[in-house]
C-alpha cells in the first residue's frame, strides 16, 4: 500500500511517462533509427527532473526498450531502421524523485498490415479488460483470467513467461500481475496497491525465445507481437490510470 504522498509523486512519474510517449509519437516513421527514439526519450525525461528508470536495469543500456514486429520485449535500441508496415512496442520508465513510472504502447510506422491492425486493437482492448477487473476485494487472478479470456476469444498468444508488476520505489516491485490466471485467486487488491498490468499477445503461438545479447525477446513462431502497458493505482472503488493524460 502506497500513501498519500508516494501516490502523488508515482502520479508525477506516471505523467512524465505518458508525456514521453506523446512526445515520441511524431518522430516514429520510417527511416529513424531506435537509438535516436532512444536519445530523444532520454533527453526529454531528463528535462522533466527525472532519470530514465531502465538505463543501466540489470546492466540494460538503453533508456527505453523498442521493440519490432516478433519482438515481443526488451528489445535494445541500436542501428535498425524503422521500415514502413512496422509495427513497434515502446516501453518507457521514468524515474522521479525515487519513485517510478512505467507504460508500453505499440506503434504502427507508416501503413500497417490488416493482421497487425488486429493485433494492435485487440491487445489494447485486452489491457482494459483487465484493469476492469480493478478494485478493492478483487484479487490478481482476476486480472489475468480477464486479459487472457479475451486473448484467447480473438485467437492471441498470450506470453506466459512475461508477467505486469507492482511499482514504486523499484520499477519492478510484488505482486506479480501475470496475463493469464483463474478468478478469485492470487493477492487481494487493497486501496492504494499501484500495479503495472501489461498484456504482450501474439499474433501466432505464446511461445517466445531470448536472443543472444540476454535482452531482447522474440516470438518462437516469428509472428509479430503487442504490447499495451499502464501503471494504476487501486482506488476506493476502482482505479486510477497514472500514465495517462
Request: net charge negative; with cysteine.
Amino acid at each position: 500500500m502506497k500513501s498519500d504522498r508516494e501516490i502523488e509523486l508515482l502520479r508525477v512519474a506516471g505523467n512524465i511517462v505518458y508525456r514521453t510517449h506523446q512526445y515520441l509519437k511524431p518522430f516514429i516513421k520510417e527511416g529513424i533509427t531506435t537509438k535516436e527514439l532512444d536519445r530523444l526519450a532520454e533527453d526529454f525525461i531528463r528535462k522533466q527532473n527525472a532519470t530514465p528508470s531502465f538505463k543501466g536495469y540489470d546492466g540494460f543500456p538503453g533508456s527505453i526498450c523498442t521493440s519490432i514486429n516478433n519482438q515481443v520485449v526488451h528489445g535494445i535500441p541500436g542501428k535498425t531502421k524503422l521500415k514502413n508496415g512496422d509495427i513497434i512496442s515502446i516501453d518507457i520508465g521514468a524515474c522521479f524523485k525515487g519513485y517510478h513510472g512505467d507504460s508500453a504502447w505499440t506503434y504502427a510506422v507508416g501503413e500497417i498490415s490488416d493482421d497487425k491492425k488486429y493485433l494492435m486493437e485487440h491487445t489494447e482492448k485486452a489491457l482494459f479488460e483487465g484493469l476492469k477487473q480493478i478494485k478493492p476485494g478483487n484479487r490478481i487472478g482476476d486480472i489475468g483470467h480477464a486479459i487472457e479470456n479475451y486473448a484467447k476469444q480473438h485467437h492471441l498468444g498470450v506470453v506466459e513467461e512475461l508477467v505486469g508488476h507492482g511499482v514504486g520505489t523499484s520499477v519492478h516491485e510484488d505482486p506479480e500481475v501475470p496475463n493469464y490466471g483463474l478468478p478469485h485467486t492470487g493477492p487481494k487488491l487493497r486501496k492504494g496497491m499501484v500495479i503495472a498490468v501489461e498484456p504482450m499477445l501474439n499474433l501466432g503461438s505464446k511461445e517466445i525465445y531470448v536472443l543472444d545479447d540476454e535482452w531482447t525477446i522474440e516470438t518462437a513462431d516469428g509472428s509479430p507481437s503487442a504490447h499495451f502497458e499502464h501503471t494504476v493505482v487501486v482506488t476506493e472503488d476502482g482505479y486510477q490510470i497514472l500514465t495517462g493524460e
